[in-house]
């Protein structure tokens, strides 16, 4: 008998972002994953139980139901960066199917998701992903001298990019670099010279969009703003979605100034869908 993994293989699969998620209704989705394999990374659950608007905590039900009906749940890119630094070979499947039962299980017994238990360290988590980040704008500072990127800088300016233009120029430089000897330097594995080898890994994917974001930064005078760590802890957040992409067929988000660009810039083979409404019929799942 094929495992359901080797299964799940056969499908095309589907990420969707926080915008996405919200700005459908619980209905359409249920309906929706019955026929498509969508997966709703932990990322994407942290976003709904600590959404502070969401009063009467809607997004986590909707979640629970969604998943419920038939959606996947995969691990949020910190996880998975961190478990291919452990484990020094690249990560698997990316639906997690043995979290994905256990859910379904305790739903169908009536228990409802709750907060997840270690909210705080999944927040310490991102605290610390910022600050690993901001030390990275040293490394991208020497690869900037590099490639001089001040003439780019100018030629940009001068051409007046769009979002989209600007993140596939970036997108360009990054590709011309070691992203291996990048990871090397941002100490993420105590055994560097067996980590982040190729293409094959997360984490390439990883540093490749925070590189890319950060020449973003640069770009803009350098710095994100006045409150630097609260805007590269979001950024980090949103950039999730789209470095999941790497190990997915297609992007649901609705985020035009940074997910879609981002996403498109670095995976333009990948497909990026603004709403359900949007997926071909390629996608559909003949799960039976």
């Known amino acids: ?3 359901q993994n080797k299964k799940l293989l056969t499908y095309k699969s589907l990420i969707i972002d926080k915008s996405t998620f919200q700005g459908t209704s619980t209905y359409k989705l249920q309906g ?15 976003e709904c139980s600590t959404d502070d608007k969401d009063t009467n905590k809607s997004l986590s039900k909707r979640f629970g139901d969604v998943v419920s009906a038939g959606g996947y749940i995969c691990e949020g890119g910190g996880n998975i960066v961190r478990k291919e630094a452990q484990a020094l070979q690249p990560y698997g499947f990316l639906a997690d199917l043995n979290e994905t039962n256990k859910c379904r299980q305790a739903l169908e017994e009536g228990a409802m998701l709750s907060n997840p238990k270690n909210i705080n360290d999944i927040r310490n988590s991102h605290v610390d992903s910022a600050k690993t980040y901001l030390d990275w704008y040293s490394i991208v500072a020497q690869e900037i001298c590099q490639k001089k990127l001040d003439d780019v800088f100018v030629e940009v300016k001068q051409s007046k990019l769009n979002s989209q233009q600007r993140f596939e120029r970036w997108t360009r430089i990054v590709d011309s670099l070691d992203i291996h000897k990048v990871a090397v330097r941002s100490k993420l594995s105590k055994s560097p ?8 890994w997360v984490t390439w994917h990883y540093i490749r969009m925070a590189v890319i974001l950060a020449i973003e930064y640069e770009y803009h005078k350098g710095k994100p703003g006045d409150n630097q760590q609260e805007r590269v802890e979001h950024d980090i957040e949103d950039m999730d979605y789209a470095f999941l992409l790497s190990r997915a067929d297609g992007l649901l988000t609705g ?9 498109k810039a670095a995976f333009p083979q990948k497909d990026v869908f603004s709403s359900i409404d949007e997926v071909p019929e390629e996608y559909m799942c003949n799960w039976s």
């Open 32 to 46: 929706f994953v019955k026929n498509h394999f969508l997966i709703l990374s932990t990322m994407l659950w942290y």
């Open 193 to 200: 010279e067996k980590y982040c080898l190729s293409g094959e």
């Open 1 to 3: 008998m094929i495992s």
């Open 255 to 263: 985020d035009e100034k940074l997910v879609k660009p981002l996403a």
